[in-house]
């Protein structure tokens, strides 16, 4: 399943595909959420939840048991953009545990705060939250993804970084602790035609991470594949261009 916008869309297109080169589009979805800021998708038990970040700050978390029909869960305001995902205790944090919210707050977009607890319908009202990472001083985060490079215990944050310019570069982190982040960020390499932004997982396998992005081509913004090699000692950003690929 693919889940794709363009900007101030207030619409989702989707396309389904069994071997990722052909793919069907499929009925767009209207989740009357107002213009579309950005988009995260998250599967963890039997229902996938998808992260909807609206232009107006609002985040709304939806549920599908089928990809099709998707229920309302919550909606919490006030976030420049948010990704939902699971945390399992003790092992990628020692602080937070259970379904969480990653949002970068539209009032500082310099961090990321965690928020966790049990019920994503509950998620407005968590009372647990903590700082889970920080950008260098004089920096915005514009868009970031959280996933798993290795077992469940190690993570990665991608973040896209603003230094004021008005254009961003990806960074990322490794943490030990998903929750209170203290390693710095360290620029992503990447190996295409000009900067990606808007990096997300269509799957993993260890150390392995094949996504897709934007980038900005003569034509204008374009939706690309590519891999990350976690294992690699410095990791990077390669396009895949071919089927062979």
């Not at 990472?133 to 985060?141: K, N």
Request: with cysteine; charged share 15%.
């Amino acid at each position: 399943h693919l889940y794709h916008c363009s900007d101030g869309s207030q619409q989702i297109h989707r396309a389904v595909s069994s071997d990722g080169i052909t793919w069907q589009t499929e009925a767009p979805l209207d989740l009357n959420t107002g213009e579309i800021r950005s988009l995260h998708f998250h599967q963890y038990g039997l229902d996938a939840i998808l992260g909807v970040t609206a232009s107006d700050g609002g985040v709304h978390l939806f549920a599908s048991a089928d990809m099709n029909h998707w229920r309302t869960q919550s909606v919490i305001p006030g976030a420049h953009t948010a990704t939902p995902w699971f945390v399992y205790a003790q092992y990628p944090s020692k602080i937070a545990g259970g379904q969480a919210l990653y949002v970068v707050p539209q009032s500082d977009s310099n961090h990321v705060v965690c928020r966790w607890g049990e019920q994503w319908e509950q998620a407005q009202a968590w009372p647990t939250s903590s700082i889970a990472l920080h950008a260098p001083a004089g920096q915005q985060i514009d868009d970031l993804t959280i996933a798993a490079h290795f077992g469940d215990s190690s993570c990665t944050f991608v973040v896209d970084l603003d230094d004021g310019s008005g254009h961003t570069r990806p960074y990322y982190a490794q943490p030990k602790d998903v929750a209170v982040a203290d390693e710095p960020l360290q620029p992503l390499p990447y190996q295409c035609g000009s900067s990606p932004r808007n990096l997300r997982i269509l799957h993993r396998a260890r150390r392995y991470w094949l996504v897709t992005y934007l980038r900005a081509t003569t034509g204008g913004e374009r939706l690309f594949w590519g891999r990350i090699d976690w294992s690699h000692e410095r990791p990077a950003l390669r396009e895949l261009t071919t089927e062979a690929h």
